[in-house]
């Protein structure tokens, strides 16, 4: 497995892909879309760091799914950024039509020589967890490009993020509040990060691309979902073995969060393992980097934390 999340010290190479949606957004021109990508390299750029894509990471955009380009080019753009020099691999946007090109990878047994850090979230859960079940990668679940050129997250999850990726923060720590009973015992649980965005993850159910579950602390977020969908995907999560054997579950924004109380609520009073709230995970203005595959310790009773080793 990948050791260390220091990879930009002495590479400073960094190759963005847009693996499944990307260009344009409904209402934007593909002009727009481009001159969103530069903002994102002048700011890497003013990072000290070298910001490389493919010149058909936008192209033939599907109007159906909106996707940034045809599956077969977005799959070659993803083989070429994993097969490069790149230390790490960060994702434009979420991605929404990443599975096809995970299946793609599938079929076609494709496996790089050397280990890079993939950033990104919501879609690309389908790619974290692919990474994490086949790979044996970290990865770091965080802000897309987009929303770090664009200026659309807080400024202290942009700094934490920059820390992180080059090598100067060696310890993540997030406050949680206890949800169940048994999230208010007093001890520890030890284990690796795993999970992302809830629907995307209930999609993977049964697919190669699922990652192991069993012995992991799982982290969940959704956005645009109405309550009574969020609670029947929990149902389903307490009901089949889908995700039988998680140490503990950690449930980041639920947006509109208002309308969720009571969902993640339930959720919390019938399951058996500690299920805590970090809020400022997901979707919303706040987007606090959470290292997946890093070994984390999860303090339970009072003054509930993550603490995630990343030297």
Not at 53 to 75: C, H, K, L, T, V
Not at 78 to 99: K, L, N, T
Request: hydrophobic share 40%; charged share 20%.
């Amino acid at each position: 497995m990948q050791n260390t999340f220091q990879l930009l010290k002495n590479n400073p190479v960094v190759r963005i892909i847009a693996p499944g949606a990307g260009s344009p957004y409904p209402g934007d021109s593909a002009t727009k879309s481009w001159d969103d990508l530069q903002k994102c390299c002048d700011l890497l750029t003013r990072w000290g760091l070298t910001p490389i894509y493919s010149p058909n990471i936008f192209g033939e955009a599907s109007n159906m799914y909106n996707f940034a380009n045809s599956d077969q080019r977005r799959y070659e753009d993803f083989v070429d950024a994993f097969q490069s020099d790149a230390a790490i691999i960060w994702s434009y946007r979420g991605g929404y039509g990443s599975d096809r090109i995970i299946q793609s990878v599938i079929n076609n047994y494709f496996t790089p020589a050397l280990p890079k850090l993939f950033i990104g979230f919501s879609d690309v859960t389908i790619i974290h967890s692919f990474i994490q079940a086949r790979w044996q990668w970290r990865s770091l679940h965080a802000l897309s490009l987009r929303q770090l050129g664009l200026n659309l997250v807080d400024a202290a999850d942009v700094m934490i993020t920059r820390e992180i990726i080059f090598g100067d923060r060696q310890q993540m720590e997030l406050a949680l509040v206890p949800l169940n009973s048994a999230a208010r015992k007093h001890h520890e649980i030890q284990g690796q990060i795993t999970g992302g965005n809830l629907t995307v993850l209930q999609a993977s159910f049964g697919t190669p691309w699922q990652a192991p579950i069993a012995d992991k602390i799982v982290l969940l977020e959704d956005v645009g979902e109405a309550p009574y969908r969020i609670a029947r995907i929990f149902h389903q999560i307490l009901a089949s073995d889908h995700l039988k054997g998680a140490k503990a579950f950690i449930l980041g924004d639920f947006i509109p969060d208002a309308s969720m109380d009571t969902v993640i609520e339930e959720f919390a009073s019938r399951c058996p393992v500690p299920v805590l709230r970090c809020e400022g995970i997901g979707h919303g203005k706040d987007n606090h980097p959470v290292p997946f595959g890093t070994e984390s310790r999860l303090v339970l009773g009072d003054g509930c934390k993550l603490v995630s080793e990343l030297m």
